[in-house]
């Protein structure tokens, strides 16, 4: 049997004809600065043409409802397995996915109360809020039901040939708005405000009925019944932006009256196992119910061990203080991995490849050791696991270590070690040399210029918090994951003056990119119709310089029906999304695709024009020098998301930056130059607040907070306050534990000065 994938001629994005061979069913960690081609070489590269190869197993119809992929940029890849691909993406905007349902968990629980819950009311059916015959008839399934205010809707001082329904998809002509006007019920030249009461109820709120015009069956509704039953009842969260703004502005959402919330019908309400309901087991914490489950009768044999073991294995995973009623789209991206991960412990299928993205994210290191079993389990059953990552906790136990660097963007792209640990140390790579590294703490930490107070905190599972957050100086708030640091921080802290920078996904179309998100493409396109005496609109993709085949895109997308569509470069433009004339005018000997293609620090070097240079040298401060200008958003990890947002603000006058895990997806050696830049913007006269497990974030800070001691309901409380010196002794924290380890093994005295300082902030 093929003991290895081989890789050869790989020149994904910055991979520079990368030949590697992956040993099969063996734990592999790709390691590397960010930016140096871990994911290029893991996810666009390995498991791309894996998947790309089972879709093409499918029939053309069921290729046409597939994403269309086409195949990665690399010579040969051989003795592929199929690939799962467990990465930090969301798990989608739909409010009827739960944790329970996206693991499996509340399937198992329903067939439980099917068999066992007082008084019998059916099968598992009856207890999925999914399901007619469980679901609550008032909200769906959905569990809350919405208040709509009508002035959200239409415009009292129009009629409705002046458009006075203002709610999207209703404009005059369309076919909703044909069927209020062709009903016969109004006058269609009448200013709604004139409206008798009658009118207004009927137009509003008039029953369903059935109507016959010009030879038409129509179906007339009040307006209030339409917009809710096609919009309503939808998942906000997934609609496009203008749509969910309009809804936003038009309902208020709150829990059913009817179920209260629980989305589940009278009659599935009303079963109890162990004195219990349905919906008040998912409320539960998934320790507790894992506990109550395991204490349940031998009737249900199996199922209960089925139950019992997915609910053991979120709690070992450390996400024993979710419950399984927790909607999906509101997991982090570590928690949601996490959860994904659950799904394949019990699967039955082996010699498959499993790739993981920083599965370690969110963890406190108290955690990360649980990850490593479970990382292990899955090699174990004849698996292949790939796993990036940046956490030396995790490279341990690696069976094979790849190190990709030795730069980022241009200056990465290769392998510069591959073997075991104890060769990687002595390597002479950035990951090498930081292996053993730890930041000391400070000296002499900074003195609070004031505080700021939050009093009786009881958002989630806060419990009457009382705490001060000192400004003027680096905070680090820390605790388990679940413990109730983002509850505290985004959920207690004042808005006014505060900077809140994360990880959230950026709003934007496909076309938007670094230069345009920035401002700096404004600019950019300025300073190329000065040097040519021309429009700067012609220096715009999505303006009168875009191509007219391709409208700027670069790329011509061709539906083949029940074949899968096929994406190709533009053939008027060749991809380069501009016009030809467009590309003959050059700002010192480059074309506006010649400068977008440019890396942020090759940018910098290129502008010298003062309305520019600030925001590259902000790039670069955050550790984004590697990304294009022209690259698109939605390529972007979320930590590089969360930099790039943070470049932004730091032209603000926000006097608080509040940071969520600013660390993820960093280098060790890049953790420095973050560590740095907090500590400039601190130097600066501002307040920097940061959610952190990194240790080394840890140390450098002047304070902190930290939340606990355990998560969800074992949490919720201030466990310390206080210098990280004094954080070491504080028996009651797990942070303390570990950084009190960490700093004891520091090898090096030396090692105990403080992150170089960073620069243009």
């Excluded at 001629?9 to 790709?30: C, I, M, S, W, Y």
């Excluded at 947002?645 to 940071?659: N, P, Q, R, Y």
Aim: glycine fraction near 12%; charged fraction near 25%; aromatic fraction near 6%.
């Amino acid at each position: 049997m093929q003991e290895s994938i081989e890789v050869r001629g790989a020149r994904e994005n910055n991979l520079r004809d990368v030949d590697l061979d992956v040993p099969k069913r063996q734990l592999t960690v790709f390691t590397g600065v960010s930016g140096s081609g871990k994911s290029s070489l893991v996810f666009g590269t390995i498991a791309a043409e894996s998947r790309r190869l089972i879709n093409e197993t499918y029939t053309m119809f069921l290729q046409s409802l597939m994403p269309s992929t086409a195949r990665p940029d690399v010579d040969e890849l051989r003795h592929l397995s199929a690939a799962v691909i467990v990465d930090q993406g969301a798990m989608g905007a739909n409010a009827r996915s739960t944790v329970g349902t996206a693991t499996d968990a509340y399937d198992a629980l329903r067939v439980v109360f099917s068999r066992v819950g007082e008084p019998q009311v059916g099968g598992a059916g009856a207890f999925s809020f999914n399901l007619p015959q469980g679901m609550c008839p008032a909200c769906e399934g959905l569990g809350r039901a919405s208040t709509v205010d009508p002035d959200g809707l239409v415009d009292r001082s129009l009629s409705l040939a002046q458009g006075a329904i203002t709610f999207p998809n209703f404009v005059v002509g369309g076919w909703y708005w044909k069927i209020f006007a062709l009903s016969g019920h109004f006058d269609v030249d009448k200013p709604l405000r004139d409206y008798t009461d009658d009118e207004w109820q009927l137009f509003l709120h008039g029953e369903e009925h059935r109507l016959e015009v010009d030879g038409m069956n129509l179906t007339y509704e009040g307006l209030v019944p339409k917009i809710t039953r096609l919009y309503l009842v939808k998942d906000v969260e997934s609609m496009k932006p203008g749509l969910r703004a309009a809804v936003e502005g038009a309902a208020t959402f709150g829990p059913c009256p009817e179920c209260g919330g629980e989305r589940l019908n009278a009659a599935a309400r009303s079963v109890q196992v162990a004195g219990r309901s349905i919906a008040e087991c998912s409320a539960m914490q998934v320790s507790d119910l894992a506990d109550l489950v395991r204490g349940l009768d031998d009737g249900i044999g199996p199922m209960r061990e089925a139950l019992v073991r997915v609910l053991d294995s979120l709690v070992h995973i450390g996400l024993g203080y979710l419950s399984l009623d927790r909607e999906s789209s509101t997991l982090s991206g570590g928690e949601a991995q996490r959860v994904k991960m659950v799904r394949h412990l019990g699967s039955s299928l082996s010699d498959m490849t499993y790739v993981f993205d920083e599965p370690t994210t969110g963890l406190h290191p108290h955690d990360v050791q649980r990850m490593n079993e479970l990382l292990l389990r899955l090699r174990d059953k004849g698996n292949t696991v790939l796993v990036v990552e940046h956490k030396a906790e995790v490279m341990a136990v690696a069976d094979h270590l790849v190190d990709m660097g030795p730069g980022a963007g241009a200056h990465g792209g290769q392998v510069v070690y591959e073997g075991d640990l104890a060769g990687l140390r002595g390597s002479g790579t950035l990951t090498g040399d930081h292996l053993e590294h730890r930041q000391g703490l400070r000296e002499v930490p900074r003195t609070p210029t004031g505080s700021i107070a939050i009093r009786d905190a009881r958002v989630h599972n806060l419990d009457g918090v009382d705490v001060d957050v000192p400004t003027g100086v680096l905070v680090a708030v820390t605790g388990v994951a679940g413990s109730g640091k983002s509850s505290l921080v985004h959920g207690c802290l004042p808005r006014e003056g505060v900077t809140f920078v994360d990880q959230t996904p950026i709003r934007g179309s496909r076309r938007s990119n670094p230069a345009t998100y920035t401002g700096i493409l404004e600019p950019v396109r300025k300073a190329f119709a000065k040097a040519n005496g021309v429009k700067p609109a012609l220096f715009s993709a999505n303006s009168e310089g875009a191509c007219p085949a391709c409208k700027g895109a670069g790329v011509i997308y061709t539906d083949l029906a029940f074949m899968a569509g096929v994406s190709s470069p533009c053939e008027d433009c060749g991809g380069k999304r501009f016009t030809a004339e467009v590309l003959e005018y050059r700002l010192r000997g480059q074309n506006i695709r010649e400068v977008l293609a440019m890396s942020v620090e090759q940018a910098r070097d290129f502008f010298d024009e003062r309305a520019v240079r600030p925001m590259l040298d902000r790039l670069v401060a955050v550790g984004l020098p590697y990304i294009a200008l022209g690259q698109t958003l939605t390529t972007l990890s979320g930590g590089e998301r969360q930099r790039l947002k943070l470049a932004i603000e730091m032209g603000s006058t926000a006097d608080v930056f509040v940071l969520d895990e600013p660390t993820s997806g960093l280098h060790m050696a890049d953790v420095d130059r973050l560590v740095g830049l907090l500590d400039a913007i601190v130097d600066a006269g501002r307040s920097v607040v940061v959610i952190e497990h990194n240790l080394d974030v840890v140390a450098r800070a002047d304070w902190v907070v930290d939340v606990g001691p355990g998560a969800g309901r074992d949490g919720g409380t201030i466990v310390f306050e206080g210098t990280p010196a004094d954080l070491m002794h504080c028996e009651a924290s797990l942070t303390g534990r570990h950084l009190a380890l960490r700093l004891a093994a520091r090898p090096d005295p030396e090692e105990t000065r403080g992150p170089r300082a960073a620069s243009h902030v």
